[in-house]
């Protein structure tokens, strides 16, 4: 891996990114839009994976980074699971629900990389 000195340069960052963008497109209208609770719930979840991202690349050991990057993980699960609360209740088409869980798949993919490459790193 080349070296990397800006968090927007980082794959996992843009995906979750774009995953952000793509949750608040969805929950701006519809069903969901009026459920305020759930839509606040997987809106704060999809800009957790985002900014934890960027919080941990800020920090001073590969050690902490991972640490973020793991919570970063951990979010991206919670945005999955909530998509399926979003199928159960209708609030969104399904195929519409594919296309974000995908996404949200990649951007955990990602980051798990960043983070296997991270701690085989460190092991030289």
């Known amino acids: 891996m080349g070296k990397v000195t800006r968090f927007?340069?980082?794959d996992c960052w843009q995906?979750?990114?774009e995953l952000v963008k793509?949750?608040?497109v969805e929950t701006k209208t519809g069903e969901i839009s009026r459920d305020f609770d759930t839509r606040s719930q997987i809106r704060r979840a999809s800009v957790s994976v985002m900014n934890n991202i960027a919080?941990?690349?800020g920090r001073m050991s590969d050690k902490e980074f991972i640490?973020?990057?793991e919570i970063a993980a951990s979010s991206a699960n919670e945005v999955k699971s909530m998509l399926y609360l979003l199928?159960?209740?209708q609030y969104l088409p399904l195929e519409k629900i594919k296309i974000l869980s995908a996404q949200v798949d990649k951007a955990r993919n990602f980051t798990l990389g960043l983070i296997r490459y991270l701690v085989n790193k460190?092991?030289?």
């Open 8 to 10: 927007e340069d980082l």
């Open 15 to 17: 995906a979750a990114r």
């Open 22 to 24: 793509m949750i608040f």
């Open 55 to 57: 919080e941990g690349f």
């Open 67 to 69: 640490r973020f990057l």
């Open 87 to 89: 199928e159960d209740l």
């Open 122 to 124: 460190n092991k030289i």
